[in-house]
T-cell receptor
Framework: AQKITQTQPGMFVQEKEAVTLDCTYD???????LFWYKQPSSGEMIFLIY??????QNATEGRYSLNFQKARKSANLVISASQLGDSAMYFC????????????FGTGTRLQVFP | GAGVSQSPSNKVTEKGKDVELRCDPI?????LYWYRQSLGQGLEFLIY????????KSGLPSDRFSAERTGGSVSTLTIQRTQQEDSAVYLC?????????????FGDGTRLSIL
């Protein structure tokens, strides 16, 4: 079974608008961390934001926020005020307390921001 | 530099040759990971090192792949008798420790092309 599911292979958004990238996860471990990474066409993986399973508040980092709905096992990334430089692949990933050796990645969503 | 450093950035070699990929993690990070990203795909875990513990090699796809980490710092991923299906971007990441709330920080990767 997929541990991380990103159902949107591609998304378009107009500059200055907000966009939500979906991520659902599957784990029986009560302790886990959820991460979002950005991968521009240049290839580097850039860490954006983290949400812990025990965190009461949704994480925010500048224009990035994470809409964490634990009961639904979803951790959607919200990018506000999109910029042309936000065009990239976005990966959702999970790290479980009982399996900290690796990040488990989704298949990614390609976001394109147009003027 | 302050980030994860990988070399070479690009490697083109003939089928059957051996290749070595190098990773220099962020100073002070005890955990080091290797991943592989095939064209248009998500990341596939290969191997993990934590301090002086035995590495987790569970993601290595065949016995042609090996890795070592010397002195708890620099790591080398070796692929022997390369095959065309080994063509991919090989990404190295490090984290401060193996905690499930620790993000992994990635290098820019080595793009490996097998002719």
């Amino acid at each position: 079974a997929q541990k991380i599911t990103q159902t949107q292979p591609g998304m378009f958004v107009q500059e200055k608008e907000a966009v939500t990238l979906d991520c659902t996860y599957d784990t029986s471990d009560p302790s886990y961390g959820l991460f979002w990474y950005k991968q521009p066409s240049s290839g580097e993986m850039i860490f954006l934001i983290y949400q812990g399973s025990y965190d009461q508040q949704n994480a925010t980092e500048g224009r990035y926020s994470l809409n964490f709905q634990k009961a639904r096992k979803s951790a959607n990334l919200v990018i506000s005020a999109s910029q042309l430089g936000d065009s990239a692949m976005y990966f959702c990933a999970m790290r479980e307390a009982g399996n900290t050796d690796k990040l488990i990645f989704g298949t990614g969503t390609r976001l394109q921001v147009f003027p | 530099g302050a980030g994860v450093s990988q070399s070479p950035s690009n490697k083109v070699t003939e089928k059957g040759k051996d290749v070595e990929l190098r990773c220099d993690p962020i100073s002070g990070h005890t955990a080091l990971y290797w991943y592989r990203q095939s064209l248009g795909q998500g990341l596939e875990f290969l191997i993990y090192f934590q301090g002086n513990s035995a590495p987790d090699k569970s993601g290595l796809p065949s016995d042609r792949f090996s890795a070592e980490r010397t002195g708890g710092s620099v790591s080398t991923l070796t692929i022997q008798r390369t095959q065309q299906e080994d063509s991919a971007v090989y990404l190295c990441a490090s984290s401060r420790d193996r905690g499930w709330n620790q993000p992994q920080h990635f290098g820019d990767g080595t793009r490996l092309s097998i002719l």
